[in-house]
């Protein structure tokens, strides 16, 4: 790869792109944990049995410390999610900078994995190619499939919410999520012959999942001031942390938007 520390430098700059503000709010709402991801993992602690044995809100220290400790375990998922993430976008986006930009090339259409793969190839050899493959797949598959499951599990609560079938009826949340495991497993294919692009396909998601970014940012907010048990509310730096967060991505997409229109 080729580029320097002054490069690096440049790209840490506070300047918002011109002609590709769109790509880089796809890249926004896709980068590290996205939007998509934050909803489903309520529904992967649940399901994992995080805070199983907490049990019912009591007045008490012994459930004090019963959901702080679940809450540490959590804290624990945050962070080596971020470091994972972070590590790796980081070192993707090096690859990137380094040898497609540099050679001028750009995915588009249906060579995006093609192309991707030079990232690879043109610094460990061509050997690397399979390499590269194995792990496309195994990333592909495991984005699909736990989107699938995720997204199957926010849809059916929506149309819980909407008044479609009682909260108590579990028989008819399995029928209604299990419909739309098959939807979420049909609409990738779908629109990939209909688009036939899948770069375009990854922008229209990303910008989607940024838009999504200020709506999970100011709930998480009201969840903290107004559902929070006091007994567990975090302190001064995690609730300005919240505040600061939620608030960025709101100005982001407010930008966006005053762009766009």
Not at 46 to 67: C, F, S, V
Not at 97 to 124: C, F, Q, W
Not at 240 to 257: P, R
């Amino acid at each position: 790869p080729t580029f320097s520390v002054s490069d690096i430098m440049d790209g840490l700059k506070f300047n918002m792109p011109g002609k590709g503000i769109a790509t880089a709010i796809a890249v926004f709402g896709i980068t590290g944990v996205g939007a998509s991801e934050l909803f489903m993992y309520p529904y992967w602690c649940t399901e994992k049995g995080y805070a199983r044995w907490t049990g019912t809100q009591e007045p008490n220290e012994a459930w004090r410390q019963r959901a702080l400790g679940w809450i540490r375990v959590m804290n624990v998922d945050i962070i080596a999610s971020m470091i994972i993430y972070s590590t790796a976008t980081i070192a993707f986006y090096f690859l990137g900078a380094g040898v497609l930009h540099a050679k001028g090339i750009v995915p588009s259409g249906n060579d995006m994995i093609v192309v991707l793969s030079r990232m690879y190839t043109e610094t460990l050899g061509e050997w690397s190619v399979w390499l590269f493959y194995i792990g496309a797949i195994a990333t592909l598959y495991g984005t699909i499939f736990a989107a699938t499951a995720g997204n199957s599990r926010v849809l059916s609560d929506i149309t819980r919410v909407a008044g479609f079938f009682d909260r108590a009826d579990y028989a008819a949340r399995i029928r209604t999520r299990n419909r739309f495991i098959w939807f979420h497993a049909l609409l990738p294919v779908t629109m990939i012959l209909v688009v036939g692009s899948p770069v375009q396909m990854v922008k229209w998601g990303g910008a989607a999942q940024a838009i999504m970014l200020p709506i999970i940012g100011i709930g998480a907010v009201y969840l903290r001031h107004q559902r929070l048990p006091k007994e567990v509310r975090p302190g001064f730096f995690p609730t300005f942390g919240l505040w600061l967060a939620a608030s960025l991505m709101s100005i982001f997409m407010v930008y966006y938007a005053f762009l766009s229109f």
